[in-house]
């Protein structure tokens, strides 16, 4: 899939990041290998990709290849930036359905809603998000909110998750410094391109830190759109869907017990 400026879905935002992430890995390989690889270790790499191609550009191309490979590996098939790196380590979206999200979905019902709704809610996330992506959900459906707000948002949580790519990438490289802090130590060589790089890493880590920040804020404001618009728009879809909720999960929709 090509990269799309304005993306209608989320496999629109997954290619994105594929090809983000194919660019970057690419670039900061090339950068490690011209800056950081001791000359030994350079040649053996030249070697080895030098056997393989009979021109430059093949050998370009073989290249960029395996880092679209990897790079399509890690966004389509493991989700590294949601199901991985969000799930067990930064837990984000956790947070954001929890105390944002639902909250502000369910307020024109507050004072219908089971005392319990909230408690459930932690521990049944997925199901109890369903009357959310019920209206924002790719398929075409006639409770959909407006496609402008839709793609708003899928621009904003594609800015969001460059950042977590970000992040990854710069631990990785973090890891892959320290290594060769290692190897350096080891040939007797000068420490002042390793210094250099992780003085770099923490200069980028900070930056992006602050790029989070903004796309968080970007994200949370086109998220009350979608669900104003669904108040504004589908107010009575939406409470069918928390009575279906409420009955599912033994609660009592209208009384606060």
């Not at 056997?51 to 430059?56: D, G, K």
């Not at 369903?130 to 899928?154: G, S, T, W």
């Amino acid at each position: 899939m090509l990269p799309s400026i304005h993306p209608k879905a989320y496999q629109d935002v997954k290619a994105n990041l594929q090809w983000y992430t194919t660019v970057v890995l690419g670039a900061t390989g090339f950068l490690f290998y011209l800056f950081v690889l001791p000359d030994a270790h350079r040649r053996t790499v030249s070697t080895l990709f030098g056997q393989i191609p009979p021109s430059l550009n093949v050998g370009l191309g073989i290249i960029l290849l395996l880092f679209g490979f990897l790079s399509w590996l890690l966004i389509f098939g493991f989700e590294i930036h949601d199901k991985v790196y969000d799930r067990y380590f930064i837990r984000w979206r956790l947070y954001y359905d929890l105390d944002f999200i639902l909250p502000t979905l369910v307020r024109p019902f507050i004072h219908k809603l089971d005392k319990r709704f909230f408690h459930v809610a932690q521990n049944n996330r997925q199901e109890f998000m369903k009357p959310f992506y019920h209206f924002v959900a790719d398929y075409e459906h006639e409770h959909k909110v407006k496609q402008n707000l839709i793609v708003r948002f899928y621009e904003a949580v594609t800015k969001y998750w460059i950042t977590q790519i970000n992040d990854i990438i710069l631990f990785c490289l973090l890891l892959l410094t320290f290594a060769y802090y290692l190897v350096y130590k080891s040939l007797a060589l000068p420490l002042n391109t390793i210094v250099n790089t992780n003085f770099l890493i923490a200069a980028l880590f900070l930056i992006n830190r602050y790029c989070c920040r903004r796309s968080r804020e970007r994200l949370r404001r086109a998220t009350a759109d979608e669900i104003e618009d669904i108040h504004n728009e589908f107010s009575g879809e939406l409470e069918t869907q928390l009575k279906e909720l409420h009955i599912e999960y033994g609660l009592r929709y209208g009384q606060r017990n």
